[in-house]
């Protein structure tokens, strides 16, 4: 029960200052991160999505506090997808939820047997899980006219995803923190995407949360986020100030300085009196000075060099 996560002699109470100060830190970064990006407008219906843990137990705490003092008039539905795990104290969230007097809705959904039939013994479930909650989360939230969905992934995330995409994906690709969702109608935000990990750790164990593990599935961790994780950790002992740096860049994009031309035209740049030469012809993946002479309507003079030529 909820009861057996609160502080039970005052000795062991954290000082109010504490609990006020990681508060005001929390609720500053979520309505400046809210105000950036436009995340919550007037009458907004936001499903903030419950799975028990530090992060989203945030997440709605904070969303609460700040709805009372908010510029506009929005409603907020606690949502968790019960999915059957092993062992999950579905009633002790439920009492939590019903003691903060918010309006709370728990769906269930038997996608942990989909998953144990589909994934091999040992394997990472975490993706195919996530799938196929979101699948049931959009659906449900279109169905009952909640018009934003909010996630409860914060700074550290961002990064990490970041350095997972670039490390094992090739993309240079992070966490949005307001995006329009696959189905079209949702718009999925991440209030608190200016968040430290850290910060939201502290305040959920000051406020004493019934955390719920996310490891009651029995799948294991994601191993490449975990080695991004160590990496991220280091450098951060090694040059403090550093994960904030790299967040600061996802900001500060200068798309002349990388080498997309989707994302900025540098065939453009100089005075081209000539039309664009084909400098690889299909299938061969070295220059051909014959193709750029056929184009020109003369003799190239043009040498191609080649890697035993340097």
């Given at each position: 029960m909820?009861?057996?996560?609160?502080?039970?002699?005052?000795?062991?109470n954290?000082?109010?200052?504490?609990?006020?100060?990681?508060?005001?830190?929390?609720?500053?970064?979520?309505?400046k991160?809210?105000?950036?990006?436009?995340?919550i407008?007037?009458?907004?219906?936001v499903?903030?999505?419950?799975s028990?843990?530090?992060?989203s137990?945030?997440?709605?705490?904070?969303?609460?506090?700040?709805?009372?003092?908010a510029?506009?008039k929005?409603?907020?539905?606690?949502?968790?997808?019960?999915?059957?795990?092993?062992?999950?104290p579905?009633?002790?969230?439920?009492?939590?939820?019903?003691d903060?007097?918010v309006?709370?809705?728990?769906?269930?959904e038997n996608?942990?047997r989909?998953?144990?039939?589909?994934?091999?013994?040992?394997?990472?479930?975490c993706?195919?899980?996530?799938?196929?909650?979101?699948?049931?989360?959009?659906?449900?939230a279109?169905?009952?006219?909640?018009?934003?969905?909010?996630?409860?992934?914060?700074?550290?995330?961002?990064?990490?995803t970041?350095?997972?995409?670039?490390?094992?994906?090739?993309k240079?690709?992070?966490?949005?923190?307001?995006?329009?969702?696959?189905?079209?109608?949702?718009?999925?935000?991440?209030?608190?995407?200016?968040?430290?990990?850290?910060d939201?750790?502290?305040y959920?164990?000051?406020r004493?949360?019934?955390?719920?593990?996310?490891?009651?599935c029995?799948?294991?961790?994601?191993?490449?986020?975990?080695v991004?994780?160590?990496?991220?950790?280091?450098?951060e002992?090694?040059?403090p100030?550093?994960?904030?740096?790299?967040?600061?860049?996802?900001r500060?994009?200068?798309p002349?300085?990388?080498?997309?031309?989707?994302?900025?035209d540098?065939s453009k740049?100089?005075?081209?009196?000539?039309?664009?030469?084909?400098?690889?012809?299909?299938g061969n993946g070295k220059?051909?000075?014959?193709?750029?002479?056929?184009?020109?309507?003369?003799?190239?003079?043009?040498?191609?060099?080649?890697?035993?030529?340097?």
């Amino acid at each position: 029960m909820i009861q057996e996560h609160k502080k039970s002699t005052s000795s062991n109470n954290p000082p109010a200052s504490s609990i006020k100060h990681v508060e005001k830190l929390l609720r500053r970064e979520t309505g400046k991160a809210i105000q950036d990006y436009n995340m919550i407008e007037d009458n907004d219906h936001v499903m903030v999505c419950i799975s028990g843990g530090k992060d989203s137990l945030t997440l709605l705490d904070i969303l609460l506090k700040l709805r009372q003092r908010a510029p506009v008039k929005f409603s907020i539905t606690a949502i968790n997808l019960d999915q059957h795990h092993p062992g999950f104290p579905i009633r002790q969230l439920a009492d939590y939820l019903r003691d903060t007097g918010v309006d709370y809705k728990i769906i269930s959904e038997n996608t942990h047997r989909i998953v144990k039939d589909i994934v091999p013994e040992g394997k990472t479930m975490c993706s195919l899980c996530s799938r196929l909650r979101r699948g049931i989360l959009y659906k449900y939230a279109q169905k009952n006219g909640m018009n934003k969905i909010a996630l409860g992934h914060h700074r550290d995330d961002i990064i990490e995803t970041l350095f997972l995409n670039m490390f094992y994906g090739g993309k240079l690709k992070a966490m949005p923190p307001k995006l329009l969702s696959d189905n079209g109608y949702n718009i999925v935000i991440r209030p608190l995407a200016y968040c430290r990990e850290v910060d939201i750790k502290k305040y959920a164990t000051l406020r004493g949360f019934p955390i719920i593990p996310c490891n009651l599935c029995g799948s294991q961790d994601n191993l490449q986020r975990q080695v991004i994780k160590r990496m991220l950790a280091k450098w951060e002992r090694t040059n403090p100030g550093r994960t904030a740096s790299i967040f600061r860049s996802l900001r500060n994009i200068v798309p002349s300085h990388l080498v997309d031309n989707k994302l900025y035209d540098f065939s453009k740049l100089g005075d081209l009196k000539t039309s664009t030469v084909a400098w690889l012809p299909e299938g061969n993946g070295k220059p051909n000075a014959n193709s750029v002479s056929q184009q020109t309507g003369s003799k190239s003079s043009m040498e191609v060099i080649t890697p035993s030529d340097t």
